[in-house]
Antibody, heavy 119, light 107 residues
Framework: QVQLQESGPGLVKPSQTLSLTCTVSGGSITSGIYYWSWIRQPAGKGLEWIGRIYTSGTTNYNPSLKSRVTISIDTSKNQFSLSLSSVTAADTAVYFC???????????WGQGTLVTVSS | SYELTQPPSVSVSPGQTASITCSGNKLGEKYVCWYQQRPGQSPLLVIY???QRPSGIPERFSGSNSGNTATLTISGTQAVDEADYYC??????????FGGGTRLTVL
């Protein structure tokens, strides 16, 4: 059973860059059929997909965030990462990483990590 | 971007059937997944490819998708089913879009 765990700073200052890492255990991140996604959820609100990466490095991003988002992958560490630049208070949310099985859905999720944007 | 509509809330009595809808243009032409999210927890996939249940998901959860509407049905609803439910369509152009979520209350 694959497990995912987010890590990174819980507090980021406005205009700075939010950086998070997702560590995958119980399976290889290079398993060919999966994408690896980041999803966020502001307090009391719904889910927002941020973007995803394939083991080849191919990425897809939410158009509303595309100009500020970079997702990368480190297969040697079985990790993938999120970078979100020029953050504002609107980026305050719980950030989840998830295994993306395309038409079969997001079948494994991390526990989520709260990132607060505040000075 | 692709627009999805879910009712904000649905109420059901224990043991009864709950139906949660998700509407979008030609939604029936896409695959739909459903997620359950209890307070303070990560979302849990309960239905994929419109009507398939992942291993470990109770048989009381079922799904359908046709026309412009997908439906998650919970038969014999239990108190533990009280949660937020999100739909998510999939095709090559709508990957990653979520519905706004429906709060299921078991009264």
């Amino acid at each position: 059973q694959v497990q995912l765990q987010e890590s990174g700073p819980g507090l980021v200052k406005p205009s700075q860059t939010l950086s998070l890492t997702c560590t995958v255990s119980g399976g290889s991140i290079t398993s060919g059929i999966y994408y690896w996604s980041w999803i966020r959820q502001p307090a009391g609100k719904g889910l927002e997909w941020i973007g995803r990466i394939y083991t080849s490095g191919t990425t897809n991003y939410n158009p509303s965030l595309k100009s500020r988002v970079t997702i990368s992958i480190d297969t040697s560490k079985n990790q993938f990462s999120l970078s979100l630049s020029s953050v504002t208070a609107a980026d305050t949310a719980v950030y989840f990483c998830a295994r993306d099985c395309s038409k079969d859905g997001f079948d494994s999720w991390g526990q989520g990590t709260l990132v607060t944007v505040s000075s | 971007s692709y627009e999805l509509t879910q009712p904000p809330s649905v109420s059901v009595s224990p043991g009864q059937t709950a139906s949660i809808t998700c509407s979008g243009n030609k939604l029936g032409e896409k695959y739909v997944c459903w997620y359950q999210q209890r307070p303070g927890q990560s979302p849990l996939l309960v239905i994929y490819q419109d009507s398939q249940r992942p291993s470990g998901i109770p048989e009381r959860f079922s799904g359908s998708n046709s026309g412009n509407t997908a439906t998650l049905t919970i038969s014999g609803t239990q108190a533990v089913d009280e949660a937020d439910y999100y739909c998510q369509p999939w095709d090559s152009s709508t990957s990653g879009v979520f519905g706004g979520g429906t709060r299921l209350t078991v009264l």
